[in-house]
């Protein structure tokens, strides 16, 4: 059974809309929640959400976390081409912060 | 800006033969890791190795599988006798513990082919 779930799998939007990834979650020896983009090849670090409620934003990116219902969304407003990828929702747990990575979001934005 | 760095890019090997795939990681950081992630699969943990030991590492992380810290900037993944289910990206990545959660960086991966 999967510790992280992320929805939807795929998603085909326009340049401009709004986007909105899920990730759910297991609460065992949580610590953080973090998201990934994956382009090509490593994943490239995005967001790290430790507390419930509070935002985090980078330009268009926006993220948060909720611990109590244990799950995490990541909006992308103003979509644009170069936004396509695969979007990761990771949970680090334990002692040693290992990472336990969802499936993955397909984000596809077309011109 | 700090990254991490892997090398080989690309290893194609034999079954049966011994790889090595090499990573720096950030140099002040403390935690270090190999993931893999077979092709169209999620990513996977290996292992994590803090203090020079191995902290934790998965089912996957049979006894064909080895890391190492030679020296103070390196980190490497040993494969002793590749199977055909060991194709995959390779990835490496550091952190620095913060407390309450870490943020891993992530290298370019090696991808490797086993025939």
């Known amino acids: 059974e999967d510790k992280v779930v992320q929805s939807p799998l795929s998603l085909v939007v326009h340049e401009g809309d709004t986007v909105t990834l899920n990730c759910s979650y297991e609460?065992?020896?949580?610590?953080?929640l973090l998201w990934y983009k994956q382009e090509k090849k490593a994943p490239t670090f995005l967001f790290m959400l430790?507390?419930?409620?509070i935002e985090k934003k980078s330009g268009r990116l926006s993220s948060i976390l909720d611990k109590k219902e244990l799950f995490s969304i990541l909006n992308i407003t103003a979509t644009q081409t170069g936004d396509s990828a695969i979007y990761l929702c990771a949970e680090s747990g334990g002692s040693n912060y290992k990472l336990t990575f969802g499936k993955g979001t397909l984000l596809t934005v077309n011109p | 800006e700090p990254e991490v760095t892997q090398t080989p890019s690309h290893q194609v090997t034999q079954m049966g033969q011994e790889v090595i795939l090499r990573c720096v990681p950030i140099?002040?950081?403390?935690?270090f890791y190999w993931y893999r992630q077979i092709l169209g699969q999620k990513v996977e943990f290996l292992v994590s190795?803090?203090?020079?030991?191995?902290?934790?590492k998965s089912e996957i992380f049979d006894d064909q599988f080895s890391v190492e810290r030679p020296d103070g900037s390196n980190f490497t993944l040993k494969i002793r006798s590749t199977k055909l289910e060991d194709s995959a990206m390779y990835f490496c990545?550091?952190?620095?513990?913060?407390?309450?959660?870490?943020?891993?960086?992530f290298g370019p991966g090696t991808r490797l082919l086993v025939l």
């Open positions: 990545a550091s952190g620095s513990a913060s407390g309450r959660g870490e943020t891993q960086y």
């Open positions: 430790t507390s419930s409620g």
């Open positions: 609460v065992t020896n949580f610590r953080s």
């Open positions: 190795f803090y203090n020079n030991e191995i902290s934790e």
């Open positions: 140099s002040n950081h403390l935690y």
